[in-house]
Nanobody, 116 residues
Framework: QVQLVESGGGLVQAGGSLRLSCAAS????????MGWYRQVPGKQRELVAT???????NYADSVKGRFTISRDNAKKMVYLQMNSLKPEDTAAYYC??????????WGRGTQVTVSS
């Protein structure tokens, strides 16, 4: 039904930047919410940021002012620009899409590692 593929993760020094991308394919409704979550082994997956098809955004307090979520509806893409990265941002980052009554779809994740 829906496939999500993340890219752009990697290793970066503290204070650096990375840009994550997520490509959506399959049956995509015109109204949906896409976003990014992250997870560290042994901990629960946590919200990073979401964005609706209308452009409304929501951020975790821990990333406000440093991360920016954006999307290109025509290309079915969502992005996460991450600046001023900190070692505590190290995690696997997952793209997600929610639409209608179909529930949540998830990508396989991309690893972000921030060295101190």
């Amino acid at each position: 039904q829906v496939q999500l593929v993340e890219s752009g993760g990697g290793l970066v020094q503290a204070g650096g930047s990375l840009r994550l991308s997520c490509a959506a394919s399959g049956i995509i409704f015109s109204i949906n919410t896409m976003g990014w979550y992250r997870q560290v082994p042994g901990k629960q997956r946590e919200l990073v940021a979401t964005i609706t098809s209308g452009g409304s955004t929501n951020y975790a307090d821990s990333v406000k002012g440093r991360f920016t979520i954006s999307r290109d509806n025509a290309k079915k893409m969502v992005y996460l620009q991450m600046n001023s990265l900190k070692p505590e941002d190290t995690a696997a980052y997952y793209c997600t899409l929610r639409q209608g009554d179909w529930g949540d779809f998830w990508g396989r994740g991309t690893q972000v590692t921030v060295s101190s």
